[in-house]
């Protein structure tokens, strides 16, 4: 099959990809997938190779961008895929917040840390379900990364925080770069892509990985590769990185894993970026598996909008934005869902990253209607609290493209509470009826319906004001199983005679040349992932690099 690799698949979002062409890539059917002898092809390899190189990187985010660079710097010709049309994926909209252990940079600012602290601390926040050869690896390797982001990616650390689930500081902070903040997560991006350009490394953009070629019982040979002017077969010589990230953008994957989630959610990083668990589905189908997926992700959110961040994409020179209501002080707020009643306690509410298992989520999961709706209703008092009047024309004129990028439908003012149910779309009997009964609770200073804690605030001061909340799947912790070397276990191992002892997972056999690193792995947080995981992703592609890179290519 031929097949030409158009201008626009290397070049798509200028400032956004590299356009280099490795030097010993092979186009065409160069690698033929016959015998010298003609023999027709194996069932399991293409009838002839596309592209040939010796490294293939399947995503360019914060997992893939170190393992690209590293490859390279061990030897390797490395081509980079991505199915979006901009470089950096999910990692470009995030923070910038890399949680690293035990480094030199920590000691710079006279903080003190242990290997240990940083096992016990993610063990237990995890609920002690960290794989500890996975969990080690990124301690052991901290101090190694944080001064090669230095040293060879020309980057500068400025501050180390404190965040859960750290006992110390261990959340480095990244200089400024080209105009963007310090601490963002679009400046490591930036950083990655200007040492994968001076590497020469070629980017393809729009390039999906549908399948991985693997030889029965032995090494994966290449991939499958969906692309705009057709499918075509690219062979790794050295072996395969997935760094594809989650698959919160998947709703048969989540639903699949947690029956409850039975409607398609906006997930972060709508609409920009399109996370759908391809990497955990290619390697289940040769022979991966995968840990914790019964754990799902953590929750996010905003209120009013369905944006997590806004960005006008896609190019590095345009920063993303912060998008929705302020929804720190919500003490005055009655939340109400479809049916226009309560649904749960508002004092066990939650704004930041959340768990399928926590009360909040538990009630939003138990509303009737779908979509689920989860409306904060107030009256001109607790807008004020809350900070809403400075946005007032948001909610008279909604635009999703101008901050704080609400939605129409998404937020309501009114006079009355049933010219407000009108707008928000719950019954005016049913709404009109809930706050005149919490309105005396409230006098009372009671809530037997939900238990809420007082101060009990009426919502009786016209104009009435009520916004949307944006429940959305955000990260994951679960997925591909790898060893501290970021290889993918092979499950076949699994299958035992009776009696079969139980090994660590840096015995069990692994996928020949496979690897995988970052956010579609599981096995460092556990249960739980916290903030700052960029510095897991970073780190663990930082490994699987180096390993693949030193592979000894099949011929």
């Known amino acids: 099959m031929e097949h030409a690799v158009s201008r626009r698949s290397f070049l798509k979002g200028v400032g956004l990809a590299g356009g280099a062409v490795g030097a010993g890539m092979l186009l065409n059917g160069c690698a033929s997938g016959e015998s010298d002898a003609g023999e027709a092809a194996p069932w399991w390899a293409p009838e002839s190779w596309d592209i040939e190189t010796d490294v293939i990187v399947v995503g360019t985010g914060d997992a893939g961008s170190p393992a690209a660079i590293r490859a390279v710097d061990a030897g390797a010709e490395v081509i980079m895929i991505d199915k979006g049309e901009f470089f950096g994926g999910c990692s470009v909209l995030g923070g910038g917040n890399c949680q690293l252990a035990c480094t030199s940079v920590q000691k710079r600012f006279d903080i003190e840390d242990k290997p240990e602290w940083a096992f016990e601390d993610q063990m237990e926040f995890g609920l002690y379900r960290s794989n500890p050869e996975v969990l080690q690896a990124w301690i052991d390797t901290s101090d190694e990364y944080a001064t090669w982001v230095e040293d060879v990616c020309d980057g500068e650390w400025v501050d180390v925080s404190k965040q859960e689930p750290a006992r110390v500081p261990r959340s480095h902070q990244i200089a ?235 937020v309501a003012k009114a006079d009355t509470i049933a010219e407000l149910a009108e707008q928000m779309g719950v019954p005016a009997d049913n709404l009109e009826a809930t706050i005149a009964q919490y309105n005396e609770y409230a006098a009372a200073g009671e809530d037997p319906d939900f238990g809420r804690p007082g101060p009990l605030y009426p919502v009786a001061e016209p104009p009435f004001w009520a916004a949307r909340w944006c429940r959305m799947p955000h990260d994951q912790c679960t997925g591909i199983r790898v060893n501290q070397n970021m290889q993918v276990v092979d499950q076949s191992f699994q299958w035992q005679p009776e009696g079969c002892d139980s090994v660590p997972i840096s015995e069990e056999p692994v996928i020949p040349h496979l690897y995988a690193a970052g956010e579609c792995t599981g096995g460092t947080g556990g249960a739980v992932r916290g903030s700052g995981k960029r510095g897991w992703y970073q780190v663990h592609g930082y490994i699987a690099g180096d390993m693949v890179g030193r592979e000894e290519p099949i011929a």
């Not at 759908?276 to 914790?292: A, E, K, P, Q, S």
């Open 176 to 410: 400024e770069h080209n105009g963007q903040p310090k601490g963002s997560g679009v400046v490591f991006s930036m950083l990655f892509h200007e040492q994968l350009e001076a590497r020469g490394v070629q980017i393809l953009l729009e390039h999906k990985m549908t399948k991985i070629y693997r030889e029965p019982g032995g090494p994966v040979l290449g991939l499958e590769v969906e692309t705009p002017d057709g499918t075509i077969a690219m062979k790794a010589r050295k072996g395969v990185v997935i760094a594809t990230g989650g698959f919160k953008g998947n709703p048969r994957m989540i639903r699949a894993q947690h029956a409850a989630f039975d409607e398609t959610l906006i997930w972060t990083g709508w609409p920009d970026v399109l996370p759908t668990g391809d990497g955990h589905l290619c390697v289940t189908d040769i022979g991966g598996g995968c840990v914790d997926m019964s754990f799902i992700m953590e929750f996010s959110g905003r209120l009013g909008s369905r944006q997590y961040v806004r960005w006008d994409r896609p190019h590095f020179d345009n920063p993303s934005t912060s998008t929705g209501l302020p929804s720190g002080k919500l003490d005055h707020m009655v939340f109400v869902q479809n049916r226009g009643t309560r649904y749960l306690n508002e004092a066990g509410w939650e704004a930041g990253h959340t768990l399928p298992w926590l009360p909040h989520m538990v009630a939003f999961l138990q509303i009737e209607g779908r979509p689920r709706m989860e409306w904060f209703v107030t009256d001109q008092a607790g807008a004020e609290e809350a900070g809403w009047p400075k946005f007032e024309d948001a909610f008279l004129n909604p635009d999703p493209e101008k901050t704080p990028c609400c939605e129409p439908g998404w």
